[in-house]
């Protein structure tokens, strides 16, 4: 059981827009910066969204992250097949005194 | 260009140990957190332990506290993972990762390509 917690799956057609949540808590979520990553089959994980909704270098404009109280969310638009991927959330735990991953969600680009 | 390679994995008994290597280059080794984080067969990723810069402040997930020793060698530019009385449950691909800064806090912003523990008899 994950500390934070995401849907296990979601879906889209090329050019949609989906969202993935991240549901936590006041000692992780609700203290700190979320990060979100992005893994390709068979390789490993991507840093994707850093600081709620800031974007590495190289990342597209079509990946965005917000975060509210407890809660944080990744939106993709323009969906590409490309996009097809696990994606995970993460933050620091101030009471686990550790970092904390949402069980990932599997997107799926139809 | 930054790049994290990882070494040292394989198959070992319940009760054994092993140790994980991962060198780095392309970046200033001993100014950025260094962590490892590993993958169980087919499920999600779980933080493991994370290390300074320095090598002064270290910090575990629970399930390995007392089992796992998490080192470096800065000279070497080198992560170390000592893993004893591995169990069944322990079976994950292990990725080093680097934190974008000098402390534990910072995000990991770049991934090793991963290597393989399994614990069986």
């Known amino acids: 059981q994950s500390v934070l917690t995401q849907p296990p799956s979601a879906s889209g057609t090329p050019g949609q827009r989906v969202t993935i949540s991240c549901s936590g808590s006041?000692?992780?979520?609700?203290?700190?910066?979320v990060t979100w990553y992005q893994q390709l089959p068979g390789t490993a994980p991507k840093l994707l969204i850093y600081?709620?909704?800031q974007r590495p270098s190289g990342v597209p404009d079509r990946f965005s992250g917000s975060k509210s109280g407890t809660s944080a969310s990744l939106a993709i638009s323009g969906l590409q097949s490309e996009d097809e991927a696990d994606y995970y959330c993460?933050?620091?735990?101030?009471?686990?005194?550790?970092?904390?991953f949402g069980g990932g969600t599997k997107l799926t680009v139809l | 260009e930054v790049h994290l390679l990882g070494s040292g994995g394989g198959l070992v008994q319940p009760g054994g140990s092993l140790r994980l290597s991962c060198t780095a280059s392309?970046?200033?080794?001993?100014?950025?957190?260094v962590s490892w984080v590993r993958q169980a067969p087919g499920k999600g990723l779980e933080w493991v332990s994370a290390?300074?810069?320095?090598?002064?402040?270290?910090y575990y997930a629970d399930f390995v506290k007392g089992r796992f020793t998490i080192s470096r060698e800065n000279s070497k530019n080198t992560l170390f993972l000592q893993m004893n009385s591995l169990r069944a449950d322990d079976t994950a691909v292990y990725y080093c990762?680097?934190?974008?800064?000098?402390?534990?806090?910072?995000?990991?912003?770049?991934w090793g390509q991963g290597t393989l523990v399994t614990v069986s008899s």
């Open positions: 990762a680097k934190h974008s800064g000098y402390s534990y806090s910072y995000v990991f912003d770049y």
């Open positions: 392309g970046f200033s080794f001993s100014s950025y957190a």
């Open positions: 290390l300074s810069g320095s090598g002064g402040s270290t």
């Open positions: 006041s000692s992780n979520i609700g203290s700190n910066t």
């Open positions: 600081s709620n909704n």
């Open positions: 993460a933050t620091w735990d101030d009471s686990l005194t550790g970092w904390v």
